[in-house]
Structures are given as structure tokens and as C-alpha cells.
């Protein structure tokens, strides 16, 4: 579970970056310095690069899904993931409502991730949650979507193992009668 600022999609280290722009930035003013002004505007340019990277990989976000027809829980399956948008970047991708995991999609846009059941079910929609900001990282904002996959899929409970010498010595219903 995320909390604090991880919550909101920031990591410390952004303010890491903003403090030494200030820090920076305040120096240079009382100094006269001409190089803590570059300091300062390298710092500031990292920061804005981070958050617009980071904010315009979700605009225009589409999450395409193929998925197999069934599966049987405690089973391994496999889910192609097709992410198109504006720009080519590295995203994660979490699944909400099927096992919670997340998986890393590169700037390809397609991967082939496995994902476990863990409770049976119907599944005709997906809760995907698509995190962008990747490799720079100090802006991880997301983006969650209900994507309807090419197929529903159907998890089935597991079967429960049974002996054919049971099936023999159990009295049959026929017989009795």
C-alpha cells in the first residue's frame, strides 16, 4: 500500500531536485555566482522534464487486452498487453481485479505478461492501472481503466482429485433400486 506522497504519484527525490534548485537559486542571487544560475536552471529543467514526461504518457491512453477464454485458479495464464498513446514510453501495468500484480510494458508498446488466478470468476472487464513517468521516476502518476478484454474469461474453481477406486466401491444409485 502507498502512502504519503507515494499516493499522490511523487517521490521524495523530486523534492530532493526542487530544494537544490532553491537552495540554488537563493545562493546565486546573494553571491553574484553565475554558475549556481545554471545550477539552478539544470535542477528546475529536470524537474519540469519529469513532470511533463511523466503526465503526457497518459493522455490519449488506450489499453488493449487478449486474453485466454478460461483458466483454473491457482493456474498461470497469459495476457497480451497493446498500450497505444501520444508518446513511446516504459509504463507499468497493475491488475486490479485479478491478481494485483504489476508488470513492466516498454517503449515497444506490447507485452506478454502471466498472471495468476486466485479466485474463480467471470471476468468481461478488467480494472488495468497504467503508471507512467518511467526512467526519470520522480512523477509516477496513473491512470486506472476498465478495459473489456477480446474474450471474457472465465476462471474456474479446481477440480477436486478423484480416485477410480473410489468411483468403483462407491454404491451407484442404479444398484440400490
Not at 60 to 67: C, D, I, Q
Not at 97 to 114: E, I, K, L, Y
Request: proline share 6%; net charge positive.
Amino acid at each position: 500500500m502507498l502512502s504519503g506522497w507515494h499516493r499522490l504519484g511523487i517521490s521524495p527525490f523530486a523534492f530532493v531536485f526542487g530544494g537544490l534548485a532553491f537552495v540554488s537559486l537563493t545562493l546565486s542571487r546573494g553571491a553574484g555566482s553565475g554558475w549556481l544560475v545554471v545550477v539552478a536552471a539544470a535542477d528546475l529543467g529536470v524537474v519540469i522534464a519529469a513532470l511533463a514526461w511523466s503526465g503526457i504518457g497518459l493522455v490519449g491512453l488506450r489499453v488493449e487486452l487478449a486474453t485466454p477464454s478460461d483458466a483454473t485458479v491457482g493456474e498461470v495464464f497469459p495476457v497480451d498487453v497493446t498500450l497505444r498513446g501520444l508518446v513511446r514510453q516504459p509504463r507499468t501495468v497493475s491488475f486490479r481485479n485479478v491478481d494485483g500484480s504489476t508488470h513492466f510494458v516498454d517503449g515497444a508498446r506490447r507485452a506478454r505478461v502471466q498472471l495468476h488466478a486466485t479466485r474463480r470468476s467471470l471476468l468481461e472487464t478488467l480494472t488495468v492501472e497504467v503508471r507512467g513517468g518511467l526512467p526519470l521516476g520522480l512523477f509516477r502518476f496513473s491512470r486506472v481503466l476498465h478495459v473489456t478484454p477480446t474474450t471474457a474469461l472465465a476462471i474456474a474453481p479446481t477440480p477436486a482429485p478423484v480416485s477410480l477406486l473410489d468411483a468403483k466401491l462407491a454404491p451407484s444409485a442404479s444398484s440400490s433400486a
